[in-house]
């Protein structure tokens, strides 16, 4: 039997358990001394909800499906019907290979090939590092054709601080700016600094707000690096952090209509764009041929 989320291979050291699929280079699951640090799924299931997606040649949405390219207009499939926009690239349902496996790391490769709506080719390199520090994502796409191509990534993780509910769980997010969306379809509209219920750049408890917003003008430490942190009552937790590329972040308190997933966890994925960049050009990367982009991130427990 072949598991519907794919090959399934298990890295492990200093107490980080990661379970990843080869359909998208998923990451499965993350734990750390047994406590879940995401949202995890079944390996015989089709992953829900992107659960540890890696996102690639865009993140978040693009209005309509539709861009124009170089004088082109490109028409990409609608994989979010209801709100009929290209969501979350096209390397996510793509079976990767596992190239390099050690007990502790773990690379796996696809090719995004030109296709209608996206007619450059990429290769993509997704690499998995447990160390001391957590575990580290590393995503090297290169342009593999012959012409610039546009292109974004970013991960689609949900956090876990602990048991219960994300009401109960303390939020920190050093963000000045959130990028506000037309409530029905989730499109783009004005860029405005935080305030009330969305203003977490002091923790406070997550309490009853829903959010499922990109945030920018995010404040980095002495080292560069971006936190996002989530704490149960306990203190227990899970923090992400990412260095310089990555200047946006959205934010989904799952709010789903099905009980199952509802408001058990907190979708933390920095971005190297906003939500349609494709169309906006704001902080969109073009690669050019041959030319390679790398990000990375990490997800540690304290």
């Known amino acids: 039997m072949h598991p519907l989320s794919g090959a399934q291979v298990q890295i492990s050291a200093h107490g980080y358990v990661a379970d990843v699929a080869?359909?998208?280079?998923?990451?499965?699951?993350?734990?750390?001394?047994?406590?879940?640090?995401?949202?995890?799924?079944?390996?015989?299931?089709?992953?829900?909800?992107?659960?540890?997606?890696?996102?690639?040649?865009?993140?978040?949405?693009?209005?309509?499906?539709?861009?124009?390219?170089?004088?082109?207009?490109?028409?990409?499939?609608?994989?979010?019907?209801?709100?009929?926009?290209?969501?979350?690239?096209?390397?996510?349902?793509?079976e990767f290979t596992v190239e390099e496996q050690f007990a502790d790391r773990v690379v796996l490769c696809a090719t995004v090939p030109g296709q209608a709506g996206y007619p450059f080719a990429l290769s993509v390199a997704v690499e998995y590092i447990v160390g001391e520090d957590g575990l580290t994502t590393r995503v090297t796409a290169v342009n593999e054709g012959s012409t610039p191509a546009p292109y974004g990534t970013a991960p689609h993780p949900?956090?876990?601080?602990?048991?219960?509910?994300?009401?109960?769980?303390?939020?920190?997010?050093?963000?000045?700016?959130?990028?506000?969306?037309?409530?029905?379809?989730?499109?783009?509209?004005?860029?405005?600094?935080?305030?009330g219920e969305v203003d977490f750049r002091e923790p406070r408890l997550i309490g009853a707000a829903q959010i499922d917003n990109a945030f920018t003008g995010l404040a980095r430490g002495d080292d560069g690096r971006v936190v996002v942190r989530l704490e149960a009552a306990d203190g227990h937790g899970t923090e992400m952090s990412w260095g310089e590329g990555l200047d946006w972040v959205q934010i989904f308190t799952a709010d789903f209509p099905v009980p199952e997933w509802r408001r058990e966890a907190v979708a933390v994925e920095p971005m190297t764009c906003p939500p349609d960049a494709f169309n906006t050009r704001e902080d969109l990367i073009v690669l050019e041929p041959q030319a390679s982009h790398t990000a990375e991130w990490v997800i540690s427990a304290f």
């Open 22 to 94: 080869t359909v998208g280079a998923t990451l499965r699951g993350l734990s750390f001394e047994g406590r879940d640090l995401i949202t995890r799924f079944d390996a015989d299931r089709v992953r829900p909800n992107y659960f540890g997606a890696v996102l690639v040649p865009w993140p978040n949405r693009i209005t309509d499906g539709v861009y124009e390219w170089e004088g082109t207009t490109h028409e990409l499939p609608l994989t979010e019907p209801q709100r009929h926009h290209a969501l979350h690239g096209l390397a996510c349902w793509l």
């Open 158 to 195: 949900y956090l876990v601080a602990g048991t219960g509910h994300i009401d109960e769980w303390t939020l920190t997010l050093r963000a000045d700016s959130i990028l506000n969306v037309t409530p029905d379809r989730l499109i783009p509209t004005e860029l405005v600094p935080v305030s």
